[in-house]
Nanobody, 115 residues
Framework: QVQLVESGGGLVQAGGSLRLSCTVSVSTFRLNSFGWYRQTPGKQRELVASIGSGGGSTNYADSVKGRFTISRDGAKNTVYLQMKSLKPEDTAVYYC????????WGHGTQVTVSS
């Protein structure tokens, strides 16, 4: 069974930075695209960034464009999300998964941005 383990969240002041990591236990990591999602209570999970299987194609939600950078390391089966210039509205639980045909969701990592 594929496991997704997110880490790196925490409490940060507005304007600060965090780097999230997602380790994926799947032998076909290199063949899959991945995305970072976030969810706040009462709202649907939203895709904020995605990266293609080769790492050369990335896409971002307008709300994070220019502030967040997604990347991947095939040797470590890990997807990263570098977050800069954080805003209170970025506060959420962050998850990673494929853009479609989801694996079972991990526990996520909480990001809290104080004003």
């Amino acid at each position: 069974q594929v496991q997704l383990v997110e880490s790196g969240g925490g409490l940060v002041q507005a304007g600060g930075s965090l780097r999230l990591s997602c380790t994926v236990s799947v032998s076909t990591f290199r063949l899959n695209s991945f995305g970072w999602y976030r969810q706040t209570p009462g709202k649907q999970r939203e895709l904020v960034a995605s990266i293609g299987s080769g790492g050369g194609s990335t896409n971002y939600a307008d709300s994070v464009k220019g502030r967040f950078t997604i990347s991947r390391d095939g040797a470590k089966n890990t997807v990263y999300l570098q977050m800069k210039s954080l805003k209170p509205e970025d506060t959420a639980v962050y998850y990673c998964n494929r853009p479609t045909f989801f694996f079972s969701w991990g526990h996520g990592t909480q990001v809290t941005v104080s004003s």
